[in-house]
Protein backbone atom coordinates (compact mmCIF):
# COMPACT_ATOMS: atom_id res chain seq x y z
CA UNK A 1 0.00 0.00 0.00
CA UNK A 2 1.20 3.43 -0.89
CA UNK A 3 0.80 6.59 1.50
CA UNK A 4 -2.03 8.14 -0.63
CA UNK A 5 -4.16 4.86 -0.25
CA UNK A 6 -3.78 4.99 3.55
CA UNK A 7 -3.96 8.61 3.90
CA UNK A 8 -7.50 8.54 1.93
CA UNK A 9 -9.16 6.10 4.59
CA UNK A 10 -8.63 9.09 7.20
CA UNK A 11 -10.31 11.83 4.76
CA UNK A 12 -14.01 13.24 5.45
CA UNK A 13 -16.29 12.94 8.28
CA UNK A 14 -15.83 9.15 8.66
CA UNK A 15 -12.40 9.55 8.64
CA UNK A 16 -12.12 12.00 11.55
CA UNK A 17 -14.49 10.06 13.40
CA UNK A 18 -11.91 7.10 12.51
CA UNK A 19 -9.14 9.03 13.48
CA UNK A 20 -10.68 10.50 17.03
CA UNK A 21 -11.68 6.28 17.85
CA UNK A 22 -7.89 5.80 18.08
CA UNK A 23 -6.69 8.26 19.81
CA UNK A 24 -9.32 8.02 22.40
CA UNK A 25 -8.24 4.54 22.57
CA UNK A 26 -4.52 5.13 22.93
CA UNK A 27 -5.38 7.30 25.21
CA UNK A 28 -7.55 5.39 27.51
CA UNK A 29 -5.20 2.16 27.23
CA UNK A 30 -2.65 4.38 28.60
CA UNK A 31 -4.94 5.34 31.17
CA UNK A 32 -5.37 1.33 32.06
CA UNK A 33 -1.62 0.44 32.26
CA UNK A 34 -1.30 3.59 34.59
CA UNK A 35 -4.25 2.44 36.64
CA UNK A 36 -2.78 -1.29 36.36
CA UNK A 37 0.87 -0.19 37.23
CA UNK A 38 -0.48 1.98 40.17
CA UNK A 39 -2.74 -1.12 41.55
CA UNK A 40 0.66 -3.27 41.03
CA UNK A 41 2.67 -0.80 43.36
CA UNK A 42 0.72 -0.97 46.23
CA UNK A 43 0.56 -5.01 45.66
CA UNK A 44 4.24 -4.70 45.89
CA UNK A 45 4.39 -2.31 48.82
CA UNK A 46 1.85 -4.53 51.07
CA UNK A 47 4.08 -7.49 50.52
CA UNK A 48 7.19 -5.44 51.15
CA UNK A 49 5.93 -4.17 54.46
CA UNK A 50 4.39 -7.75 55.42
CA UNK A 51 8.38 -8.63 54.75
CA UNK A 52 9.47 -6.53 57.41
CA UNK A 53 6.99 -7.62 59.89
CA UNK A 54 6.92 -11.27 59.25
CA UNK A 55 10.62 -12.07 60.97
CA UNK A 56 9.33 -10.93 64.36
CA UNK A 57 7.40 -14.61 64.80
CA UNK A 58 6.22 -15.43 67.87
CA UNK A 59 3.92 -13.12 70.44
CA UNK A 60 6.89 -11.28 72.85
CA UNK A 61 6.12 -11.47 76.22
CA UNK A 62 5.28 -8.00 77.66
CA UNK A 63 8.12 -7.08 80.10
CA UNK A 64 7.50 -4.49 83.12
CA UNK A 65 9.38 -1.80 82.84
CA UNK A 66 11.70 -1.25 85.64
CA UNK A 67 10.90 2.42 85.86
CA UNK A 68 7.07 3.90 85.61
CA UNK A 69 6.39 5.53 82.69
CA UNK A 70 4.91 9.25 82.72
CA UNK A 71 1.96 9.88 80.78
CA UNK A 72 1.04 12.91 79.03
CA UNK A 73 -2.28 13.99 81.11
CA UNK A 74 -3.95 17.72 79.68
CA UNK A 75 -3.48 20.16 82.66
CA UNK A 76 -5.93 21.07 84.45
CA UNK A 77 -7.90 24.43 83.82
CA UNK A 78 -7.65 25.78 87.30
CA UNK A 79 -3.63 25.25 87.05
CA UNK A 80 -1.67 28.00 88.45
CA UNK A 81 -1.01 30.60 85.54
CA UNK A 82 2.49 31.25 87.80
CA UNK A 83 3.39 27.73 87.31
CA UNK A 84 2.81 28.01 83.09
CA UNK A 85 4.36 31.08 82.68
CA UNK A 86 7.41 29.69 84.34
CA UNK A 87 7.59 26.68 82.24
CA UNK A 88 7.23 28.90 79.26
CA UNK A 89 9.79 31.13 80.10
CA UNK A 90 12.41 28.22 80.63
CA UNK A 91 11.71 26.77 77.27
CA UNK A 92 12.12 30.11 75.60
CA UNK A 93 15.19 30.65 77.91
CA UNK A 94 15.95 27.26 76.65
CA UNK A 95 15.96 28.19 73.01
CA UNK A 96 16.92 31.70 73.27
CA UNK A 97 19.06 32.15 75.74
CA UNK A 98 19.33 34.67 78.72
CA UNK A 99 18.22 37.73 76.52
CA UNK A 100 14.64 36.96 76.24
CA UNK A 101 12.25 37.22 78.74
CA UNK A 102 8.27 36.65 78.92
CA UNK A 103 6.20 39.34 80.32
CA UNK A 104 2.68 37.77 79.54
CA UNK A 105 1.20 35.42 77.94
CA UNK A 106 -2.30 34.70 76.19
CA UNK A 107 -4.18 32.60 74.44
CA UNK A 108 -4.02 33.83 70.51
CA UNK A 109 -7.27 33.45 68.69
CA UNK A 110 -7.38 32.85 65.19
CA UNK A 111 -8.35 35.10 62.44
CA UNK A 112 -12.14 34.53 61.21
CA UNK A 113 -11.25 35.16 57.56
CA UNK A 114 -7.50 35.01 56.22
CA UNK A 115 -6.16 37.22 53.61
CA UNK A 116 -5.19 33.79 52.02
CA UNK A 117 -8.55 32.77 51.41
CA UNK A 118 -9.59 35.83 50.70
CA UNK A 119 -7.10 36.31 47.75
CA UNK A 120 -8.19 33.07 46.79
CA UNK A 121 -12.11 34.11 46.72
CA UNK A 122 -11.40 37.02 44.71
CA UNK A 123 -9.04 35.09 42.00
CA UNK A 124 -11.90 32.38 41.53
CA UNK A 125 -14.57 35.40 41.05
CA UNK A 126 -13.04 37.00 38.68
CA UNK A 127 -15.07 37.62 35.29
CA UNK A 128 -18.64 37.17 37.80
CA UNK A 129 -18.77 40.82 38.13
CA UNK A 130 -20.66 41.65 35.04
Known amino acids: ?11 GVGGGLVMSM ?25 AIDGCKKAPASGPAAPSA ?3 PVAKAVAAPASEDDGELMAVISAAIAAMCGSAARVV ?24 FQD
Open 1 to 11: MTESAISAHFT
Open 22 to 46: IAFSIVFIVIMGLMFTMMAMKHVCK
Open 65 to 67: PST
Open 104 to 127: SFAPVKAPAGSSWKFIGRVQNAEG
